[in-house]
């Protein structure tokens, strides 16, 4: 019986232990530190330049650390930057060591099951490319087209929905990945590629004069968050509270021009992608809040 309950006392004392090491916020007001990571390929959200993080995602996540600075009384915040691939990603972050994720991550309900999310930063939805002699305007235009999509991407529901109104006279082509699609199209193997709008839009930045980007009313989006541990509550509300000020200050219009209506690297090439009506609708929503 002794042993029993001296076993319990252990698994007790743990337990308290390790759910203290795994508040990100406390341990940020201790040690003045935090652990954010990054992609190598979420262009022009979170890529590597000269070595270093760069992207949007990376400007905001700085910015947030800036205003955490000022929310909890802190001088100077230090970052250290983790890179990897997104299932790398996933780990670090539900092990804790890594407190938040800084690049294109969709926030989904199947995902909020297992982590937590900041409020999106990103609103993002499916658009077509093709030639420009094949642009089209409205959605009767896509009357017996082949359509190159991303095996797993929202986009292929999306287009299902299409085919449907427009009684399948679309034809669909699955395709491994996004380079896979890409090479199809190129080829000319389908005369569309739908996918992220801003995938698109990096790709038209290289080869403006062919290509056209046409836009359907989808309805449906996705979200983009920066991802923490399901446990860090307290820090993503402390999240949430400075992406609000970086918002409703204007600071995140400044950050959108930078990344996508401005020459950006590797090559200086400028998206010229006018924020949405979705994003500008979704920005809009936010009533001023006080500065801290």
């Not at 009384?73 to 972050?93: L, M, P, S």
């Not at 698109?200 to 290509?211: G, S």
């Not at 924020?275 to 500008?280: D, G, H, I, P, V």
């Amino acid at each position: 019986m002794k042993n029993y309950l001296s076993l319990l006392f252990l698994i007790s004392a743990f337990s308290i232990f390790y759910a203290q090491a795994n508040d990100s916020l406390d341990n940020i007001k201790k040690t003045h530190e935090i652990t954010l990571s990054y992609s190598y390929n979420d262009y022009p959200f979170s890529f590597i330049q000269n070595e270093k993080p760069v992207g949007m995602a990376i400007d905001l996540c700085q910015d947030l650390v800036h205003q955490l600075e000022k929310q909890l009384d802190i001088a100077h915040i230090d970052i250290h930057w983790v890179g990897g691939k997104q299932v790398e990603t996933f780990n670090r972050v539900k092990e804790h060591r890594v407190d938040m994720t800084c690049s294109a991550i969709t926030r989904n309900d199947a995902r909020l099951k297992s982590y937590n999310f900041s409020k999106p930063y990103f609103v993002t939805t499916t658009a077509l490319i093709s030639k420009k002699m094949d642009a089209i305007h409205e959605d009767k235009d896509l009357h017996g087209k082949t359509i190159a999509v991303i095996s797993g991407d929202s986009t292929i529901g999306r287009i299902n929905k299409l085919n449907h109104k427009l009684n399948f006279s679309l034809l669909m082509v699955p395709t491994a990945d996004y380079s896979s699609a890409l090479e199809l199209f190129k080829s000319g193997g389908v005369k569309m590629l739908a996918t992220d709008e801003v995938l698109l839009a990096a790709f038209l930045a290289k080869e403006p004069k062919n290509y056209s980007i046409s836009h359907i009313d989808f309805v449906d989006t996705d979200v983009y968050g920066l991802m923490l541990a399901k446990e860090s509550l307290p820090l993503t509300s402390q999240v949430n509270s400075a992406l609000a000020q970086i918002i409703t200050s204007g600071e995140y219009n400044v950050l959108y021009k930078k990344w996508f209506m401005s020459p950006i690297p590797p090559a200086q090439q400028n998206l010229n992608m006018p924020m949405s009506k979705a994003l500008k609708t979704y920005i809009n929503s936010y009533k001023p809040v006080a500065a801290s």
